[in-house]
């Protein structure tokens, strides 16, 4: 950390020298001495009183022999002026950063202007897995296609917007259903019957699926069933999802029975080095600090953490272990129960008991014991981290919680045959398509950066003729010769 600081600091004072040193080149060009500016032509070389025609060999003013001083002249000002090409380079250099600072306001501005409004279309495609294990099973599958076109406010927040979904199973028609994914209803035709309702949720997607021909009976397709409903619930809660690569839609290769997974975690300040799940069935990770101590060259500290969550509907989270290993001293096992607030630490031979407030408080509780404190920002951005994980499992339950829970493919035990399919559905291809920003013309983003660009390059045009203008005029100033009375 305190090689950071340094390196920072050196290179803000390396940054803030050449910006003087380029705004004094400017200031130098375009300018003469004071003294030396209207019809006076010489003065003191250091006190800059005028020196006159007849002038003695010592200043009247500062008593320094001009043999020693020197006498400034409006030659040797001119001289001693930087080149033009050293102005212009200095003048390109901070008007460029001054006008990034101006493009950068003026783009916030009119973006907030225009709603801050983004419209794109998408489409994905996933294919139903029917193998078991890796081997086929030569069970009927289907394949799903996505086709959204949305209204996106801030690049946050729906809008408005539809999305179809396309069944189509291997032998049969396809049905094709229309949600409006600003209210939630939806209809679909091509089935058996027309179908329609105000919430596309499980029993929704199982009716879909069951109007395409497919045996809505077998536990793997209940399963991609909760799949394409909990799909749309993360659409419209978060429709940035449509810029990856399942489009809330997770493609899954485990068993339809297994209910949750690692929650897909990538703090910033704590390198996760594994995940994967507990025999207990619990989510865990292995993490460590990105700073490491220097005394010891290892992490400042590590550890593991391990979610729980009830088996019942509400999937809410049960019960948290956390493992605190700091580089030197024993570590500290935390048990935390969000429904009592309570909190169990072991440290050593030691053993407590805390009620806490949340879960921040319980995470705090185990860094104090750790003996590790907030004076490193690493350490508190990872602790942080820590809480904000724990945050993000106390404020997800439900039953779409395992559209948010994905482990790294590698960190997954190769399933074991079971005598039917894996379900769940496998990526085949996306297209995503941004056509623009502030409502009101196919320009859309380009418009307002175009004009705020031309505008800028004409006002750097009119600054560099200035300059030169301003230069010959100084010098030309110089070159005429003095008037005599």
């Given at each position: 950390?305190?090689?950071?600081?340094?390196?920072?600091?050196?290179?803000?004072?390396?940054?803030?020298?050449?910006?003087?040193?380029?705004?004094?080149?400017?200031?130098?060009?375009?300018?003469?001495?004071?003294?030396?500016?209207?019809?006076?032509?010489?003065?003191?070389?250091?006190?800059?009183?005028?020196?006159?025609?007849?002038?003695?060999?010592?200043?009247?003013?500062?008593?320094?022999?001009?043999?020693?001083?020197?006498?400034?002249?409006?030659?040797?000002?001119?001289?001693?002026?930087?080149?033009?090409?050293?102005?212009?380079?200095?003048?390109?250099?901070?008007?460029?950063?001054?006008?990034?600072?101006?493009?950068?306001?003026?783009?916030?501005?009119?973006?907030?202007?225009?709603?801050?409004?983004?419209?794109?279309?998408?489409?994905?495609?996933?294919?139903?897995?029917?193998?078991?294990?890796?081997?086929?099973?030569?069970?009927?599958?289907?394949?799903?296609?996505?086709?959204?076109?949305?209204?996106?406010?801030?690049?946050?927040?729906?809008?408005?917007?539809?999305?179809?979904?396309?069944?189509?199973?291997?032998?049969?028609?396809?049905?094709?259903?229309?949600?409006?994914?600003?209210?939630?209803?939806?209809?679909?035709?091509?089935?058996?019957?027309?179908?329609?309702?105000?919430?596309?949720?499980?029993?929704?997607?199982?009716?879909?699926?069951?109007?395409?021909?497919?045996?809505?009976?077998?536990?793997?397709?209940?399963?991609?069933?909760?799949?394409?409903?909990?799909?749309?619930?993360?659409?419209?809660?978060?429709?940035?999802?449509?810029?990856?690569?399942?489009?809330?839609?997770?493609?899954?290769?485990?068993?339809?029975?297994?209910?949750?997974?690692?929650?897909?975690?990538?703090?910033?300040?704590?390198?996760?080095?594994?995940?994967?799940?507990?025999?207990?069935?619990?989510?865990?990770?292995?993490?460590?600090?990105?700073?490491?101590?220097?005394?010891?060259?290892?992490?400042?500290?590590?550890?593991?953490?391990?979610?729980?969550?009830?088996?019942?509907?509400?999937?809410?989270?049960?019960?948290?272990?956390?493992?605190?290993?700091?580089?030197?001293?024993?570590?500290?096992?935390?048990?935390?129960?969000?429904?009592?607030?309570?909190?169990h630490l072991e440290h050593g031979d030691q053993?407590?008991?805390?009620?806490?407030?949340?879960?921040?408080?319980?995470?705090?509780?185990?860094?104090n014991e750790a003996g590790l404190t907030d004076?490193?920002?690493?350490?508190?951005?990872?602790?942080?981290?820590?809480?904000?994980?724990?945050?993000?499992?106390?404020?997800?339950?439900?039953?779409?919680?395992?559209?948010?829970?994905?482990?790294?493919?590698?960190?997954?035990?190769?399933?074991?045959?079971?005598?039917?399919?894996?379900?769940?559905?496998?990526?085949?291809?996306?297209?995503?398509?941004?056509?623009?920003?502030?409502?009101?013309?196919?320009?859309?983003?380009?418009?307002?950066?175009?004009?705020?660009?031309?505008?800028?390059?004409?006002?750097?045009?009119?600054?560099?003729?200035?300059?030169?203008?301003?230069?010959?005029?100084?010098?030309?100033?110089?070159?005429?010769?003095?008037?005599?009375?």
């Open positions: 950390m305190g090689f950071e600081l340094l390196a920072m600091a050196i290179w803000a004072t390396i940054v803030v020298l050449v910006l003087a040193t380029m705004v004094g080149t400017l200031v130098r060009g375009l300018t003469l001495p004071r003294q030396l500016r209207g019809r006076v032509e010489s003065v003191c070389g250091v006190c800059r009183y005028e020196v006159t025609p007849g002038h003695r060999d010592t200043c009247p003013e500062c008593g320094n022999p001009y043999l020693r001083g020197g006498i400034l002249t409006k030659s040797l000002a001119k001289q001693a002026r930087p080149s033009v090409w050293s102005v212009l380079v200095s003048w390109t250099v901070l008007y460029t950063i001054f006008a990034g600072i101006v493009f950068g306001f003026v783009m916030s501005a009119g973006y907030a202007m225009g709603g801050g409004a983004s419209q794109f279309t998408c489409n994905q495609t996933f294919e139903a897995i029917r193998d078991d294990a890796g081997a086929p099973t030569g069970v009927a599958g289907y394949t799903v296609r996505y086709d959204a076109d949305l209204t996106v406010q801030n690049y946050m927040s729906l809008q408005s917007g539809t999305l179809s979904i396309s069944v189509r199973p291997d032998h049969g028609p396809s049905v094709v259903a229309t949600i409006d994914l600003a209210t939630g209803a939806w209809q679909a035709t091509g089935g058996a019957q027309p179908l329609n309702g105000q919430v596309f949720d499980d029993q929704a997607a199982t009716q879909l699926l069951a109007s395409a021909g497919i045996d809505v009976t077998a536990s793997y397709v209940q399963h991609e069933a909760q799949l394409l409903a909990g799909s749309i619930v993360a659409l419209r809660n978060d429709p940035m999802t449509t810029s990856s690569d399942n489009m809330g839609l997770i493609p899954s290769q485990l068993q339809p029975t297994t209910p949750f997974s690692p929650i897909p975690w990538q703090p910033f300040s704590l390198d996760v080095t594994s995940s994967g799940r507990t025999t207990l069935g619990q989510a865990e990770y292995q993490f460590e600090s990105v700073v490491t101590d220097p005394t010891h060259h290892a992490p400042r500290f590590s550890g593991r953490i391990a979610l729980a969550f009830a088996d019942d509907d509400t999937h809410a989270l049960a019960h948290v272990h956390l493992t605190l290993s700091p580089s030197v001293g024993w570590p500290v096992e935390m048990d935390y129960d969000p429904a009592a607030h309570t909190v053993k407590r008991e805390l009620q806490v407030g949340d879960h921040h408080a319980a995470v705090l509780a185990a860094r004076a490193d920002t690493d350490v508190r951005d990872g602790i942080d981290e820590l809480a904000g994980l724990i945050a993000d499992a106390e404020t997800s339950p439900g039953p779409h919680l395992t559209l948010y829970l994905t482990p790294p493919p590698a960190s997954l035990p190769p399933a074991a045959p079971d005598g039917e399919p894996d379900g769940g559905f496998a990526t085949q291809n996306s297209s995503i398509v941004n056509y623009g920003s502030y409502p009101g013309g196919p320009f859309g983003d380009y418009l307002p950066m175009t004009i705020c660009l031309a505008i800028e390059f004409v006002l750097y045009l009119v600054g560099a003729v200035l300059i030169i203008l301003r230069r010959r005029a100084m010098f030309r100033s110089i070159e005429r010769p003095a008037t005599t009375a």
